[in-house]
């Protein structure tokens, strides 16, 4: 069975939003989209699944097992899914319902439920065992690992059996041991015989999965090939930039710095450090320091507790065992912290220019120092005419920086500022940051499960939950 | 580095674990209804003391008729009930009484208060239940239609049903339902406890200004879900819409409706006071207000603490509910 796009075209009040003339998807071929965030390649996959918003138009043809659809036509495809169309989706935590258990949600995908409720039961506990999750059929969507849920989620697309599956960023908010776990999930389903189509802007997860990589940008795919080619030699410049903004391939100014001296004043320090959460021993008997203009990165997976170290180091959280002062210089103000999701860290209903004016106020700041840190950070100043969610996620975020550094801080705490952004504009946003940083000589303490990055930034690095298993899908048999 | 993770995701929580939710909510309530009970018995208490005139006197009139009223019978009523007593030494006798849950005997009618507080408990409830089931479903189903499309006109013509519905107050509504099914159409009796349909009327009162805020809510909530990724992923599993009602929609929805019932439980009560004294229906609200005409001290007391606990027991019941429909943890703190 093959998968066949012809002259796909989605359009929104006359702009072009996916402009894809061929697609052919083949079995045991995986093929990967990759590309930033509004290239298109999302759409692309949804308009196939026909799970396109209404307000969107889209037009072509899809063979799919035999038959010719007309793509325009969303409610075509409703038949296929779960069957023939499946869709691993974005966020798997968000795609479980929270009130059911994971088991029932696995079994009602099985064809002919729930009148063979019986047999989706026992289908279902069988598929789970297989990927490691037995014990969690009886258990609730919230106590699982985000690469549990991703696990889960898969568990629950395939128990269908539906030979195409469109995979949706499927890695976004894993971290490293979750995103090999996911690779090979994904690639088993091509070595059974399945058509693989993933979109993600995860250029190591692309390379894991092999097969076929399509580069997307501005509604085109600009470049398409053998993955091994494409990601290691890339002809078009698009893809040279995409590749160079991994951050194992990073050459920035701000990169080279000596450690500061021994004898530079420590601004924080926390000795004996333990800290358990629901009787889960996060660390114990830690202690860490951060000097003036010191850079520290606080890596290491999903749980391991390293937001709350940071949010202890803050005095944000208190430690179960343990103290933390700080040096007299962090004074009102000369702390930040940089959020996670910065769409959280703006109130929604003002704007962001509102949000500043108050700021330059409470602290009576110069309003030039803002007009200076906007174009410095390559920020329009129009956007402080628009709400927070009317700008994009690296815009946002840049914005923070700029509240935070506003301040003049003496230490920074950036709490995975870039992990819901894709590689472009994680390396814009961080460039920005260290930029920053790097002139105000602040100290920087930085919580990333992403290795590269935290190796790319820091100069001391601080790994917790070192001895967690990384791969315990690995432990059982297929 | 001294950092251990022990993972014990997969293993359920045991019994213990599990049930310590539930003991909180009820120890939680328990507390609840007991200083619900000092608070609302005190402040009957101090109400009934600052009202004009004397309470001998009315209290006479209640059991021997206006006529037969005179400064010797209203003697005689003072000294049989403790009257003439400082008013502390008659509020500590009345607590505890409660203690031994002796609710005392009717001033007017010599009765037991807590019999007479049986039969109109049993009223109320049945009227209540009837306007909740009533409320519930029309409610429930005219906020889930409106929900299929946000803003279509089924959407915009619930909404105007909603506004119309809560801004008539429940005695004009019941009024205006009195005059039209009993009056005019004559199909309904106005009053009355026990004959044929009776209950329709009150019931329906009721239930009006419940169901527009049931609708209100349901469709905000159901509208919310529809637009889920839970609720899309179920769809691209390949269940059919009415599974993915069944087994995703009800269920989320019925957690915030359950939650929101608690939170109207008090608008409930309210209105069971006003719509009985209405229909004439012999149920709590009723008994309150007849008590209170007559200065009948233990029986207002007790048909107030019977309304008090009545908002902490249907608090109580939505707590229960909303655990076994929910299983996340409330204020449960994330970590990293």
């Known amino acids: 069975m093959n998968l066949h796009v012809k002259d796909l075209t989605v359009t929104h009040r006359g702009r072009t939003l996916v402009d894809v003339p061929e697609l052919e998807l083949q079995p045991r071929r995986p093929v990967t989209i990759v590309g930033e965030s509004g290239s298109g390649k999302s759409l692309l996959a949804h308009t196939i699944m026909g799970t396109l918003p209404p307000e969107l138009t889209a037009r072509g043809s899809l063979l799919i097992d035999g038959q010719v659809l007309d793509i325009a036509d969303m409610a075509n495809r409703r038949r296929l899914w779960g069957r023939t169309l499946a869709l691993l989706p974005q966020e798997p935590v968000l795609a479980l319902d929270p009130t059911m258990r994971v088991g029932g949600q696995v079994a009602e995908g099985f064809p002919g439920f729930p009148a063979r409720r019986r047999e989706a039961r026992s289908a279902a506990g069988t598929l789970l065992k297989a990927l490691g999750l037995g014990a969690s059929a009886q258990a609730y969507p919230h106590t699982l690992s985000g690469g549990m849920a991703q696990r889960a989620a898969f568990a629950a697309a395939t128990i269908g059996q539906a030979s195409v599956l469109i995979a949706d960023e499927p890695s976004k908010g894993l971290d490293v041991g979750a995103r090999d776990e996911l690779a090979a999930l994904l690639g088993r389903h091509v070595e059974v015989g399945g058509i693989l189509l993933t979109i993600t802007h995860d250029l190591e997860l692309a390379r894991q999965l092999g097969g076929e990589v399509l580069v997307m940008r501005d509604a085109t795919v600009v470049e398409h090939g053998p993955a091994g080619q494409v990601l290691a030699e890339p002809s078009h410049s698009y893809t040279q930039r995409l590749i160079a903004a991994e951050p194992s391939h990073w050459t920035y100014p701000w990169m080279d710095r000596t450690a500061p001296a021994a004898e530079a004043p420590r601004l924080v320090s926390g000795r004996g450090l333990a800290k358990s959460f629901g009787g889960r021993t996060l660390f114990s008997d830690l202690s860490v320091a951060v000097r003036a203009g010191e850079r520290l990165a606080i890596s290491g997976p999903s749980g391991c507790g390293k937001t709350t170290l940071g949010n202890i180091l803050l005095r944000l959280t208190a430690p179960d065992v343990g103290q933390v002062s700080h040096a007299a210089e962090l004074g009102v103000g000369r702390l930040q912290k940089l959020y996670q999701d910065p769409a959280l860290a703006f109130p929604p209903r003002a704007t962001l220019g509102d949000g500043f004016r108050d700021l330059l106020r409470r602290h009576r700041l110069d309003p030039a120092r803002l007009d200076e840190l906007l174009p410095a950070l390559r920020l329009q100043p129009e956007l402080l005419g628009r709400l927070p969610g009317q700008v994009s996620g690296g815009e946002l975020q840049r914005l923070a920086v700029i509240r935070a550094m506003l301040l003049e801080p003496a230490l920074l705490f950036a709490d995975e500022p870039t992990s819901r952004l894709d590689l472009i504009t994680q390396e814009e946003t961080i460039c920005a940051l260290m930029e920053q940083v790097d002139r105000q000589d602040c100290a920087l303490v930085l919580v990333t499960h992403d290795e590269s990055l935290a190796h790319a930034v820091a100069g001391r690095r601080l790994q917790l939950g070192q001895d967690t298993s990384t791969s315990r899908l690995a432990k059982t048999p297929a | ?336």
């Open chain 2, 1 to 336: 580095m001294g950092t251990e993770v022990s993972a014990q995701l997969d293993a359920a929580p045991p019994v213990k674990a599990r049930l310590a939710p539930l003991a909180a909510v009820l120890r939680r309530r328990a507390l609840q209804a007991v200083g619900v009970v000092l608070l609302v018995s005190t402040a009957c208490f101090a109400i009934v003391q600052s009202l004009p005139g004397d309470i001998a006197f009315r209290i006479a009139a209640g059991r021997y008729g206006y006529d037969a009223v005179t400064a010797s019978s209203a003697a005689a009523v003072r000294a049989d009930l403790g009257l003439d007593q400082p008013a502390w030494q008659q509020l500590f006798g009345w607590w505890a009484d409660v203690a031994r849950l002796d609710l005392g005997k009717s001033l007017v009618t010599n009765a037991d208060v807590g019999d007479e507080l049986g039969l109109s408990l049993a009223a109320s409830l049945q009227l209540a239940a009837a306007a909740l089931l009533l409320a519930c479903a029309f409610g429930t189903a005219a906020g889930a239609f409106a929900a299929r499309h946000p803003g279509g006109l089924v959407d915009r013509a619930t909404d105007a049903g909603v506004t119309l519905a809560r801004a008539f107050p429940p005695f004009l509504l019941g009024l205006a339902l009195i005059l039209v099914f009993s009056v005019h159409l004559g199909v309904l009796p106005a009053a009355g406890h026990g004959d044929g349909g009776s209950i329709i009327l009150p019931a329906l009162t009721l239930a009006i200004g419940l169901a527009a805020l049931f609708a209100r809510v349901s469709r905000d909530t159901i509208a919310g879900i529809l637009a889920s990724d839970y609720v899309g992923f179920a769809r691209t599993k390949g269940l059919s819409a009415r599974l993915v009602y069944l087994r995703h929609v009800l269920r989320n929805a019925g957690v915030t409706l359950i939650a929101y019932l608690g939170v109207q439980a008090l608008i409930l009560i309210e209105g069971v006071v006003v719509i009985e004294s209405l229909f004439g229906w012999p149920g709590l609200g009723h008994a309150l207000v007849h008590a209170v005409f007559w200065r009948d001290l233990p029986m207002i007391q007790a048909s107030a603490l019977a309304l008090a606990l009545l908002v902490v027991a249907i608090n109580t019941a939505a707590d229960l509910a909303g655990l076994a429909a929910d299983p996340r943890p409330r204020n449960r703190k994330a970590f990293q």
